[in-house]
Structures are given as structure tokens and as C-alpha cells.
């Protein structure tokens, strides 16, 4: 009952603690999506600042590689810088989202990388002419920019802010391209260049110059206001900057007395050189080579602080979401627990509480049940009703709600009982009265019959009349221990007791004179002990009984052997043999279960009146009495233990005139001819 009871409770519990559970899920989940986000974060910074450096390490390596200087410091170091942004990038891979889209992109840049030792050993040569070089690092790093369309974790509008990046990250490119193709034009012979070729160079140049407005027209329309802000304060401060370099060097070329022409505005430079104009040209109009690239650096460090910043920017945010969605999925479990906890804790309350009241209930009529009234009905059965205390002790729940109302109910149910067993104890006990006062009125009427029968006997000189007379003086023995039998189960002792001790063989011999067929009675092996007088004629009515079961329900051609053994706690064990059919093994168990324990009398003693006797008197005197299968499989052998408390050891001497004594006694006096009768027997 208390486990259905907490399985009810715990329902409520079990539905609350799934439906925390799905929300703390919910919470992991985005904590986890926010977590993939940082990695993707990271990925792109790092995917970013490779393109970023394998652009710039082209864009530096022009002038040396063009001039024939494969071994310059600049291009070893910046070759270094994108090796190290290699590793980095490599490491951001290991810890990516393990999905589809970014594998895809990570498959495209490696494929990229495939091509870089290549470009880098043929870059600016015969196999590999200028514009080639320059947009062979294209295969490295546009799947490097690409991955940032992987951004937008957490943003309104994801596809907008990858675009913004991206965007971000064309225009510097193409700013790259321009400033790496514009290098190469002013720092090259073009009288060694192959036909055509020169207008190659001019054609790329002019179309990344104008891919890098379409760029900034595609970085305006996917950017915010504050993007746009970001990009043209970050471009005022490369023109800032670019002034300032401008007068710095023009100072020190007047200090020198060198000529110095101020170059004009990037846009302008790039015009003028996408004119074809020779490199001299340009320089008389203060093109050249460094002022173009220190212009076009400027402008390229502006498009990368934006760059930076936006990555900067998203892993930031990506670390924010990741902290928030974090602590929600923390303070979500812990308040899903505080809840689940709370509300098992009053459900185990409520149960426990319910539970005790219950077990408590269940106990009690248990104990009431199984001991107390078990114990009542006993007491009622065993003593004088009227002095027994009937009185029910309530179960000790005091509630009013449902267990209280069945605790007050089983109260009126036990009083009940209790009250029927009164007057069914009372009702007994005037029966066994009945009993009694028949059993003693029939035993007045046996000993006049028996004095009677004595008497004809003494008169009586006929043998075969006499014998008739002997069987006339047994019958009526038996009927007085019929009588005798009634006073037992009435709960009555008998009316004389034996006051010597007497030998165990005589008690014996003494009950084999009550049955009917004691010459089949056979003795053998009786150890020399008394019994005491105050038990002997109850032990005398108990052998009696066993024996003439064993008589009775064995063959009348067969003897019935009676032997005893002195054990070495100083008990006598009495075993009586007979040749009977025997028992079955289910009633064998339910006679020594009575013999154990007499029940109350009721109907069924009139089946085993003689048993239910031998129960009666072995439990007066502490004897313990059993029914076993014979050994050798045919038959019933009746045990009876005798106390030590009964019995102690003799002086070794049989005296038959005990037994006469004790037959006189137990048969309110036998004639003389009763006497010889025994004797005969005794000689036999």
C-alpha cells in the first residue's frame, strides 16, 4: 500500500521533473549551439587573419621577387607570418562544429593550400608571370574569406551579418590585388614583358579597382549604419595618416635638397596608372613604387580593422551568448531541481506520513489478529471467563480522516469479537460443567457397578463364569476411563491421586491392565526408575490411551511392544510398537500438531477422543508425546518423553504388589480374582 502510495505521489513529481528536464535541455542545447558558435568564431578569426597575412605576404614579396632577391628577409618573414596563421587555423579546425557546411569550406581551403608552395616557388617567373602570381593566392585565401558567411550566431538577421563580413574582407582583397598589380607595373621592365601582356596587367588592375567599389557597394547594403560609420572613419584616418606621411617625407627630402613631388590621392594614383602611363611618367607626377604602396597599405590596414573588428566583434558576442546561455541552463537546472527536490520532499512527507498512519493500522491488526486476540480467546478458553479481562485496547491512531475511521471501525470489529469469544468461552465452560458433573455421576454409577462385579466374582466358583465376570470387570474399567476421559477435556483432575512413587515398569504394567487385549502388551528393556506419585495416575491414563490405540489398530495376531530408554540428559524415552497399517504422512503431522498443542474441544474429539486425552495429560506434566512410521515401514511407534521433573533413578527392586496396590487404586479395588488374573498375566 505505501509503494502505490508514493508511486501516486511521485507521478506529479516524475511529469514535473520531464517537463523541467525538457527545458533544461532546451537551455544545453543553446548553450551548446553557442558554444559551436564560439568555434565558429574563433574559425573565422583565425580563417581571416591567414587570408589576411597570405595576401599581404604577396603584396610584400612584389618588389624583392620582382628585382630577382628569392632570398629577402621581407619575403621569408612574411611567408613565416602565414605559416604561423596556417597552424593557428589548423588548430581552430580541430575544435570546429563538426558540420557539414564548415567541412565543406575547410575541404576548399585545403585544396587552396595544395597550390601555395607552388606559387610561392614559381611566383614572378617565366612559369608564372605577374598577374598569374598574384591571383594564384586567390585559391588560399577566397575559401578562407568565405567562411565567414558561417557567422550570425545569435544575430537578427545571420545571413546579413556573414554578408557584411564578407563583404569587408572582398574589399580588402581587392584592395590587395590593387596594390600588389600597381607595384608590380611601376617596379617592372615592361620592355621585357611578352606582347600583350602589359595589357593584361592594365585590364586586372582596372578590374579590381572597380571590383573593389562594387565591394564596398555590397559591404554598404549588408552593413548597418555604424558599419558604414566604422569603414569611412576608418578610410579618413588612412588619408589622415597617408598627409602626414606625405609631409614627413617631403620634409625630409628638402633637408636632404632632394626634389620632392607630393603624390596625389590614392583613387588619383590608381587612375593614372591604370592609364598605361610609363613608370616615369608617373613618377614626375610623385608615383612611385613606395608612395603607391604605402597608400594602398594604408588603405588595406583600414579595410582589416574593419575586418578585425567584426571578427573581434562576433566572437565577442558569440563568448557572451555563450556565457549567458550557460548560466541560464545552470540556474535553469538548479531551479528545476530546487523544484523536483521540493515537491519529492512534500510528496515523501505526505506518503510517509499517509504510509506510517497505514503501517501502523496494518500492524495493530496484525498484533490484534495473530497475538492479542489469539491470546484473549486462549485465556478464555483455559480459564474461568469471568475473571478474564476482555477489555480491547484501541489502535493508537488518533486522526479523524480515512485510516482514523478504519482504525475505529477495526476497534468496534476486535470489541465485537472479543465479546462473541466471552460468551462462547462461557458457553464452554458450562458445557465442560456438564461434562463434568455427567462424567462424575456416571463415575459414582461405575465403581457401584465395579463393586458389584468384585463381589459376585469373590463368589463365584465356576472358571468360565469367572471368566465372563473378568471381562464384565474390564469392560466397565474402560467405560470408567471413558468417564475419566470427560473429566480430562473438561479441564477437571482426577479425584484420587496416587501419593508414592512408583516404579516406571509397574505405571507401565499398570496401563496395560486397562486395555482390553494387555496380553498382546509385550515389555522389554524398562530402565530401573521412579515416577512420582503425583504423577502416576495421569501417566498410567496416558500409556493406556496409546496403548489401546496400538491394540486397537493393529492385527489382533500381532503383539505390541513396549521398550524404554533412560537419555543422557536423564529423560526416559517410552516407545510403544505396534504392526498396525499406519498413518498417512499429512494426518501423522496434524495428530502430533495436536498432541503439541491440545486444541479447544469441539466436535472433532469424537474421531480422537483418546489423543486429544493423551495432549490434555502430557501437557499437565511437561511429557511430550509423537507419532512416527515405524522403521522397518509397517506400523506406528508412539514416543513419550518423560521429564525429567517425573522420573528419578530407582532402587532396582520391581515390586508387583505396588502394581496390585496401584491396580486396587486406579480400579477402586479389584477382587482377589482380579488380583490372580494380573498375576497370570505378570507370570506370562
Known sequence: ??????????????????????????????????????????????????????????????????????????????????????????????????????????????????????????????????????????????????????????????????????AASLTQAAESLIRAIGTHLLVEDRGKLAEGELQVQLGSFSSYVYLEQVALQEYAGAGTDEDMTRLRNALSDAEKRGKEQAEKTQTQAEAAGKTFVAPPSLDKMAAEIASGKSAAQLAAQGITPETFFAASTLSFDAYRSVEVYLTDSALADAHSIADDARNDAVINAALVLAAVLAAFLLAAWVARTMSTSMRRLSASALEIAEQRLPALLTQLTRAIPGRVDAQVAPIPITTTDEIGEV????????????????????????????????????????????????????????????????????????????????????????????????????????????????????????????????????????????????????????NVLVTAARLPDGRIMVEIHDRGIGLPPGELADINHHLADPPTVDVAISQRMGLYVVGRLADRHGIRVQLRPHEQGQGTTALAMLPDTITYRGTGVESDIDTMALAAFTNNGFPEGTARGYEAWNDR
Open 1 to 166: 500500500m505505501a509503494r502505490k502510495l508514493q508511486a501516486i505521489l511521485l507521478i506529479p513529481v516524475i511529469v514535473a521533473l520531464v517537463l523541467g528536464g525538457i527545458r533544461v535541455k532546451r537551455s544545453v542545447d543553446t548553450w551548446q549551439d553557442a558554444d559551436d558558435a564560439v568555434r565558429v568564431a574563433e574559425l573565422v578569426q583565425a580563417a581571416n587573419k591567414y587570408a589576411s597575412d597570405a595576401i599581404d605576404e604577396r603584396d610584400v614579396s612584389v618588389i624583392p621577387l620582382v628585382k630577382g632577391d628569392r632570398t629577402s628577409s621581407l619575403v621569408a618573414k612574411a611567408r613565416a607570418v602565414t605559416d604561423a596563421d596556417a597552424e593557428a587555423f589548423d588548430e581552430a579546425v580541430e575544435r570546429m562544429p563538426q558540420t557539414a557546411g564548415l567541412e565543406r569550406r575547410v575541404q576548399l581551403v585545403r585544396t587552396g593550400e595544395k597550390q601555395l608552395a607552388s606559387v610561392r616557388a614559381n611566383a614572378f617567373t617565366s612559369r608564372l608571370t605577374g598577374v598569374q602570381t598574384e591571383e594564384s593566392y586567390h585559391a588560399v585565401q577566397h575559401p578562407l574569406m568565405e567562411i565567414s558567411n558561417e557567422l550570425g550566431f545569435g544575430s537578427s538577421n545571420q545571413a546579413s551579418f556573414g554578408r557584411t563580413l564578407y
Open 407 to 558: 482504525a475505529r471501525a477495526f476497534d468496534h470489529v476486535h470489541r465485537e469479537a472479543v465479546r462473541l469469544a466471552a460468551e462462547q468461552a462461557l458457553l464452554r465452560a458450562n458445557i465442560n460443567t456438564i461434562f463434568s458433573n455427567l462424567a462424575r455421576r456416571n463415575q459414582s454409577l461405575i465403581e457401584r457397578q465395579l463393586a458389584l462385579i468384585t463381589g459376585l466374582e469373590g463368589k463365584e466358583a465356576d472358571p468360565e463364569q469367572l471368566e465372563n465376570l473378568f471381562k464384565l470387570d474390564h469392560l466397565a474399567t474402560r467405560v470408567r476411563r471413558n468417564g475419566e476421559n470427560l473429566l480430562v477435556l473438561g479441564g477437571e483432575t482426577p479425584a484420587q491421586q496416587w501419593d508414592q512413587p512408583l516404579p516406571l515398569v509397574d505405571v507401565i504394567r499398570a496401563a496395560a491392565s486397562e486395555v482390553e487385549q494387555y496380553e498382546r502388551v509385550e515389555l522389554s528393556g524398562v530402565p530401573e526408575t521412579q515416577i512420582h506419585g503425583r504423577a502416576v495416575t495421569d501417566l498410567v491414563h496416558l500409556l493406556a490411551e496409546l496403548l489401546e490405540n496400538a491394540t486397537t489398530f493393529s492385527s489382533p495376531h500381532s
